[in-house]
């Protein structure tokens, strides 16, 4: 089985829609594919219908990746399989979206302050109906030649924690984050947490006290982890006891990570659903469960 459980679509920042995006992965040859929009279960419905009508579609996991801060430093939580209609977690994602607008339009202010000629109704349209974030606004400044990549924008420089552009936003604390997926009937990872291309990362001390308060597992293959750093989390994350996965982070043409680049172990993904009670994988006309 080839198993990928950590995508995007045009409900957030990805460039497939969710029925695109389920395409992608049956053309691909996964047997499970997870949608994992950014704080947002919209495009659930629609990557349901299309993996039910595929001849050859593979199972789906529902899930999102919450955006959540401790001390400062950006930490993504992979949910999967959790109740889209538990209010209080349902909460949390509606401030995190309603917070996107008005963040984006204060990072473009920003951008023109520093003399970037970016424009608001550009990156809306870029974004089109996903969750507005800074992958938007990194393909404005693509377009204008300001950086020659979307990852080129994710500096000090530019859209990076903490960068010239940066503006927070509305985020959970992971240690609330795991609670709240648990009460839903939900599964947590831990995404990409050695990203250290990507900025500040948390200690490992906090991975260890995240797996004291619930959370199931950490991703470690990931195209943002080289070798050193899959090991240095696989022996983490076996002292921990947490499950080990392996994702792609697809983002279809926004960025040049492959569905199934990186991929679970099915075992692991075996595990991941006997713990979920939120909901179920969807299978397949030519997927599994």
């Known amino acids: 089985m080839r198993i990928d459980l950590h995508t995007h679509s045009t409900a957030s920042d990805g460039t497939d829609t969710p029925a695109g995006l389920v395409r992608a992965a049956a053309e691909a040859g996964l047997d499970v594919v997870a949608l994992t929009d950014h704080d947002t279960t919209r495009g659930h419905a629609e990557a349901v219908a299309a993996a039910r009508s595929l001849d050859a579609g593979p199972t789906l996991v529902t899930g999102a990746e919450l955006s959540c801060r401790i001390d ?57 109906d996903g969750s507005v974030g800074r992958p938007h606004i990194a393909e404005a400044l693509v377009e204008l030649g300001v950086v020659a990549g979307v990852s080129d924008a994710f500096t000090p420089q530019w859209l990076a924690d903490g960068g010239r552009a940066y503006v927070e936003k509305h985020e959970l604390d992971p240690f609330t984050a795991v609670g709240l997926v648990k009460a839903a009937g939900g599964v947590t990872v831990l995404a990409h947490p050695l990203a250290v291309k990507r900025g500040r990362t948390v200690p490992e001390a906090v991975i260890a006290d995240l797996a004291a308060h619930g959370l199931d597992g950490v991703e470690v293959d990931h195209m943002d982890h080289d070798e050193p750093t899959r090991r240095r989390l696989r022996d983490l994350a076996d002292g921990l006891g947490l499950l080990i996965t392996g994702s792609s982070d697809y983002h279809g043409t926004r960025k040049t990570c492959r569905l199934g680049e990186y991929t679970t172990d099915p075992e692991i993904y075996g595990e991941i659903t006997r713990r979920a009670t939120g909901a179920f994988p969807v299978p397949g006309a030519g997927g599994r469960p």
């Open 72 to 128: 400062g430093v950006g930490v993504h939580m992979l949910a999967y399989l959790f109740d889209p209609d538990e209010p209080r977690l349902l909460r949390e994602r509606e401030l995190v979206r309603d917070d996107r607008v008005p963040r984006a339009r204060a990072m473009v202010g920003k951008l023109r302050e520093l003399g970037v000629p970016v424009e608001w109704e550009r990156v809306a349209a870029i974004a089109g």
